[in-house]
């Protein structure tokens, strides 16, 4: 049975809930719905109308006839190649008008930005958390994130939650953050394996219970999956193969990646050799993981956000809005009572969106500096750190 506060906190939830789509419905707004926010859209629209949502020309049939002025031949549909509990998670914003998923989407979107910044401060002070808030809004990514309507929250929450469940040694929620990191597999894959490896490294109650919530989650996930598409486990793979043999994919001349930036520098540029080169920094930070076991094993919250830096470095398809993730290594490193780290982050915060704001997109770079000066000083032994009042 729930217990009261349980039952307390679903109705409050649902609650919350209702406002926002009555605020969704109801109160005007601009938000783009021709973003990438309508990838998604399309999707929970063909979704709710029982369309397989990998049958592209179906879905792109439904979208037409979806959108105002569109003209066959001319109308471009934004693929959705997220796995199908993706959609399955949001299928209600296909129920609505664009116009309201899209600031439904946002709401969201904004709460799971909120509640990761909530579960990452846990245990600050009153002064520090209150200031977090705002910091973690306003960092360039994270409005790039909120504007296109991206699909970064889950991933950013996933990863918050685990790093709070496995500190409260709440099984059940460690397994829902685990479960959240498979909604963008490219970032979130590297944590998962790290997560496992953890509790099974704990050897203890908690460790069992999660490491069997966590599979039963995956079993659940997988069986889902075909209420989006009967056939998902083959059409998944065959558009994500179609997807990536696309001229505007391949090319990746708007990623913001160090294996395409070094592709760029050292080959043609194409995606295809920035994966080559995504394997070898893999290898580098696998081996630099290794180095550094003692570290990350003594503190998971330090491994976490290890990973979700690793991801952000060695993935090749990536945009300034993924490294919203750096919002996770930087929390871990603020937490630390040390006020040099502190400022040092601060820093690394504000240094791409000044280089962003002066050079636009091209200043995307510096977000892979600021990712490559945090790495080492995250990856310090504890014995190297020193702790001065903050």
Not at 10 to 28: D, E, H, K, R, S
Not at 266 to 273: P, V
Request: charged fraction near 15%; aromatic fraction near 12%; proline fraction near 5%.
């Amino acid at each position: 049975m729930f217990s009261r506060r349980s039952l307390l906190t679903c109705v409050l939830i649902a609650l919350i809930f209702g406002l926002m789509l009555g605020a969704a419905l109801y109160l005007p707004n601009a938000l783009p719905v021709n973003s990438d926010f309508s990838a998604l859209y399309y999707t929970d629209l063909a979704l709710v109308r029982r369309t397989p949502i990998y049958d592209l020309e179906a879905v792109e049939e439904i979208a037409l006839r979806a959108t105002k002025d569109a003209q066959p031949g001319k109308f471009f549909l934004a693929r959705f190649p997220y796995p199908p509990w993706y959609a399955l998670a949001t299928f209600y914003l296909g129920l609505l008008p664009a116009q309201a998923a899209a600031a439904l989407w946002f709401e969201l979107n904004l709460a799971m930005l909120f509640l990761s910044v909530w579960l990452l401060t846990d245990g600050w002070s009153g002064r520090l958390r209150l200031i977090a808030f705002p910091a973690a809004l306003m960092f360039l990514p994270t409005l790039g994130t909120l504007a296109v309507g991206q699909y970064d929250f889950p991933i950013l929450l996933g990863t918050a939650l685990t790093i709070y469940a496995t500190r409260q040694k709440h099984a059940a929620f460690s397994a829902l953050g685990i479960a959240l990191l498979t909604f963008k597999p490219h970032l979130g894959a590297l944590t998962i394996l790290a997560a496992l490896s953890w509790l099974i490294a704990q050897k203890n109650d908690f460790g069992r219970r999660t490491l069997r919530l966590t599979v039963l989650s995956a079993i659940s996930l997988f069986a889902v999956g075909f209420m989006a598409d009967p056939n998902w486990i083959v059409n998944y793979p065959a558009m994500l193969l179609a997807y990536g043999s696309e001229g505007n994919v391949s090319a990746c001349s708007e990623c913001v990646s160090l294996p395409v930036y070094l592709s760029r520098a050292l080959f043609d540029g194409s995606l295809a050799r920035a994966a080559a080169l995504a394997a070898l920094l893999l290898l580098i930070c696998l081996a630099l993981f290794f180095i550094r076991r003692r570290t990350l094993a003594r503190s998971h919250e330090t491994l976490f956000a290890a990973t979700t830096l690793g991801a952000l470095l060695v993935s090749p398809y990536l945009y300034n809005y993924d490294f919203t993730l750096l919002l996770i290594p930087f929390a871990i490193l603020v937490r630390e009572n040390n006020l040099p780290q502190r400022i040092f982050v601060a820093f690394c915060y504000a240094l791409p969106t000044i280089a962003i704001l002066a050079f636009g997109r091209s200043g995307g770079g510096a977000l892979i500096v600021a990712a490559l000066c945090v790495a080492p000083v995250l990856l310090r032994d504890e014995t190297e750190r020193r702790e001065c009042p903050s």
